[in-house]
Structure formats: C-alpha cells, structure tokens
C-alpha cells in the first residue's frame, strides 16, 4: 500500500488545518488508520486512529476535543481536522495504515501499523 499525506502549512496559534492521506495499491476498506506526529528532537507519537469501518476512533489526550479523525472508502481518503492548533502542535504528521477486520480495532502503538506516508510538515506560529 503506498500513502500519500498532504495539507501541512504554516498556522497562526488558534487556527485550524485539515490534513489528507489517499491510499493505493491495497483494498482501502480492509485497513485502520492512523495519523502519528514527530516534532524535532522528540520521539514519534500517536495522534488519533480509526477503524476500518469508520466505526470507531481513538484519540491521544492531547488533541482530544481540537483534532477529528475521519475516513472515506470510497475515495480511499483518510483526514484529519485540526482545529485550535497550538505551537506544541508543532510536527511533521504521517499517516499509517494496519491491515484488520475488526470492527472496532484503532491501535495507538506505531510498531502495530505496516504502511506509512512520507509525512508533511505542520508549523503553529504567529
């Protein structure tokens, strides 16, 4: 499966932004998905998942209420919308996806996901 993560840019503290991944060469529908953030000097971390089905969806508690996670099969589309940035929002993001067919399955872990996007570059400053 090949990724392609787009939407990053510069974003004044409050904005918002709204990330893109479009997936290819694999049945789009029978993966979760996951968006994960690296700032400089700090390790790679989960941002939010959702399941297959679209069903379920899993948030870190730091974006929790700001960051919306959100799919479409038919476009083989996963997004995330990011409102209320802040500079600590900061980082490159990556989509990933994990091959499943549970209804419910939305891993946090980065080890679990198989396929990852090249990453794009999301800057919170005034």
């Known amino acids: 499966m090949q990724l392609v993560d787009s939407g990053g840019g510069l974003v004044q503290p409050g904005g918002s932004l709204r990330l893109s991944c479009v997936a290819s060469g694999r049945t789009f529908s029978s993966y979760a998905m996951g968006w994960f953030r690296q700032a400089p000097g700090k390790e790679r971390e989960f941002v939010a998942a959702i399941s297959w089905s679209g069903g379920s969806t899993y948030y870190a508690d730091s974006v929790k209420g700001r960051f919306t996670i959100s799919r479409d099969n038919a476009k083989n589309t996963v997004s995330l919308r990011m409102n209320s940035l802040k500079a600590e929002d900061t980082a490159v993001y990556y989509c990933?996806?994990?091959?499943?067919?549970?209804?419910?399955?939305?891993?946090?872990?980065?080890?679990?996901?198989?396929?990852w996007g090249q990453g794009t570059q999301v800057t919170v400053s005034s």
């Open positions: 990933a996806a994990v091959e499943s067919g549970s209804y419910y399955y939305t891993p946090s872990s980065d080890s679990l996901y198989n396929y």
